[in-house]
């Protein structure tokens, strides 16, 4: 026999507790928590080998993707919709590993560029099939959940403030 639904459960706990109203968009709440740490761990497991976290895979999808194959500092966070803390970190660690180089714009010494190595370029390519073959093309809801799901998360993410197009 299989444990029940825990998030199923709190729901009950939080209706019998004389919150109602609040319990559905708990349990909606907890279960995207719960599916963001599984989707997570999936994600990290098939980047490991790679030496990479989802944080530095995508600065370096980002990159693979510019046609300089090198991006400000300051650009990389805008896109990734992160603190310039995080990106530093980031690219700092992508250095260490000799994923990313960091550059001074010729035209302006103040901007600092990001800029992607060969070796970077390898990286990024094979574990981007990875994801792309382990993860993403299978992630669990057949395709057109994938897309409604996809729609239904953009609304809440523009429900609280993202930038949705």
Known sequence: MTDPDPISGAHEQWVSHGWADAADGMALVTSIVRAQQLVHERVESVLRPHGLTFARFEILRLLAFSRRRSMPMSRLGSLLQVHATSVTSAVARLEAQGLVERLRRETDRRVVLASLTAAGER???????????????????????????????????????????
């Open 123 to 165: 990286v990024v390519e094979q574990a981007t099939r990875d994801l792309n073959e382990q993860v993403f093309t299978s992630p669990g809801l057949d395709p057109e959940d994938v897309r409604a799901t996809t729609r239904l998360l953009s609304s809440l993410r523009a429900a609280h403030g993202d930038t949705v197009r």
